[in-house]
């Protein structure tokens, strides 16, 4: 069974960048289907982004889209999320999860999670 550990959150100004990182231990990240969610205080938890266990697979939310990139360093046993042009209302806890099989957006497919990590961007 993979364990996830997430780094990278903080606080930034809208307009800033930061990375999330989502490293596996336990396994090689590389053939699970890894994604990131995002929850707001009194919001349900949203899917973001995702990259398939599948060569060049991913996918994003339409507000993440043009801004938001997921990546993989498979040597790091690694997956990001470089998250760019950051607004207000990306403020939320962010986690990062893994599946076996494709993507899929509902959170209640996922089977191993990190502990989150607070992106808060101020105006």
């Known amino acids: 069974q993979v364990q996830l550990v997430q780094s990278g959150g903080g606080l930034v100004q809208a307009g800033g960048s930061l990375r999330l990182s989502c490293a596996a231990s336990g396994h090689t990240l590389s053939i699970y289907t890894v994604a990131w969610f995002r929850q707001s205080p009194g919001k349900e938890r949203e899917f973001v982004s995702g990259?398939?266990?599948?060569?060049?697979?991913?996918d994003y939310v339409d507000s993440a889209k043009g801004r938001f990139t997921i990546s993989r360093d498979n040597a790091k046993n690694t997956v990001y999320l470089q998250m760019n042009s950051l607004k207000p209302e990306d403020t939320a806890v962010y986690y990062c999860?893994?599946?076996?099989?494709?993507?899929?957006?509902?959170?209640?497919?996922?089977?191993?999670w990190g502990q989150g990590t607070q992106v808060t961007v101020s105006p």
């Open positions: 999860a893994a599946k076996t099989g494709g993507i899929i957006w509902a959170d209640s497919h996922y089977t191993t």
């Open positions: 990259t398939g266990h599948l060569p060049g697979i991913t």
